[in-house]
């Protein structure tokens, strides 16, 4: 059974930064793409960022471009997502995916989600 489980969030000052962590397990993920996204409350979700199996390519949302960086490490089996200069904007629930992503930024594009982290910014 694939399980990721997200960790990192927290509530955090407008400014600051914070860095979200997905552990996976029943699966080695250097073969699949990661991607993280968001969901703010009474909104659809919506796609952050998104790294390939090698971490040769990744994209980003333009909300969160030059403020989000995701990360893998594939010896840990981890993928991260460093979140700086937050704005209360940001504030949502972040989970992580892992799938073939054929389609990156499209939630069809991944198999198995985590539970999410919640990530508050205040003003």
């Known amino acids: 059974q694939v399980q990721l489980v997200e960790s990192g969030g927290g509530l955090v000052q407008a400014g600051g930064s914070l860095r979200l962590s997905c552990a996976a397990s029943?699966?080695?993920?250097?073969?699949?793409?990661m991607g993280w996204f968001r969901q703010a409350l009474g909104k659809e979700r919506e796609f952050v960022a998104a790294?390939?199996?090698?971490?040769?390519?990744?994209y980003y949302a333009d909300s969160v471009k030059g403020r989000f960086i995701i990360s893998r490490d594939n010896a840990k089996n981890t993928v991260y997502l460093q979140m700086n200069s937050l704005k209360p904007e940001d504030t949502a629930v972040y989970s992580c995916?892992?799938?073939?992503?054929?389609?990156?930024?499209?939630?069809?594009?991944?198999?198995?989600w985590g539970r999410g982290t919640q990530v508050t910014v205040s003003s």
């Open positions: 029943g699966r080695t993920v250097s073969n699949y793409a």
């Open positions: 790294i390939n199996w090698s971490g040769g390519s990744t």
């Open positions: 995916a892992t799938g073939p992503s054929t389609i990156p930024t499209m939630p069809i594009g991944y198999d198995y």
